[in-house]
């Protein structure tokens, strides 16, 4: 079964304070790998979506990279609105989507 | 304004019944998904169909089905062989290149 495991779970970061959100998935057969911001009660908001290793996409202060066996969600200088959950999701070649379980991420002014 | 719509938004159901939820889309998206949501939890993925007429089991498949007549519409059926409902339902569709899902806003099952 394809696996997508997101770490830390919770995270907690003051104003400014940089960090990145790890998503590890299973290489075979991924043709696209997803990120979603949650707020809570709403359905998830399209963020990015990465297809080949060494691609990079940036808007605002979120960054998302793309290495051959995981992703990473770069969060600069963060204000406390872009408290949410964040969700990696991997598309594989059956066109099934998989979701992690999420990174809840709180910004203290 | 092009987008995809769940309803409704909160629903309760008696132990027993079977529920219908429902998801449009204006999307001219080929491929619909549902998932399922349980608090401080990811998405399960339960069905998703690639074109009208087609669809396949997800994970959690067990106690839930669905169809998909047209395009536009992916309405799901929680079963009284589902045991444990309560949960927060989404939708979404995704483009023919695959490039992004769309997500409704999301459907609240309570079973009373």
């Known amino acids: 079964e394809d696996q997508v495991t997101q770490s830390p779970e919770a995270l907690r970061l003051q104003e400014g304070e940089s960090s990145s959100l790890n998503c590890s998935y299973t290489?075979?057969?991924?043709?696209?790998l997803f990120w979603y911001r949650q707020d809570p009660g709403k359905g998830p908001e399209f963020l990015f979506t990465?297809?080949?290793a060494g691609e990079e996409k940036e808007k605002e202060r979120l960054k998302a990279t793309l290495t051959k066996k995981e992703s990473f969600l770069h969060i600069t200088a963060p204000k406390p609105e872009d408290s949410a959950t964040y969700l990696c999701?991997?598309?594989?070649?059956?066109?099934?989507?998989?979701f992690g379980a999420g990174t809840r991420l709180t910004v203290k002014p | 304004d092009g987008g995809i719509t769940q309803s409704p938004k909160y629903l309760f159901r008696k132990e027993g019944q079977n529920v219908t939820l429902s998801c449009e889309q204006n999307?001219?998206?080929?491929?619909m998904y549902w998932y399922r949501q349980d608090p401080g939890q990811g998405l399960r993925l339960i069905y998703y169909?690639?074109?009208?007429?087609?669809?396949q089991k997800g994970d959690i498949a067990e106690g839930y089905s669905v169809s998909r007549e047209k395009k536009e519409s992916f309405p799901l059926t929680v079963t009284s062989a589902q045991k444990n409902p309560t949960a927060f339902y989404l939708c979404?569709?995704?483009?023919?290149?695959?490039?992004?899902?769309?997500f409704g806003q999301g459907t609240r099952l309570t079973v009373v």
């Open positions: 999307l001219n998206h080929d491929a």
């Open positions: 990465l297809y080949s």
């Open positions: 999701a991997a598309q594989y070649n059956n066109n099934d989507m998989r």
């Open positions: 290489v075979s057969g991924l043709r696209g």
């Open positions: 169909s690639q074109i009208v007429n087609d669809f």
């Open positions: 979404a569709s995704m483009t023919g290149r695959n490039t992004e899902a769309f």
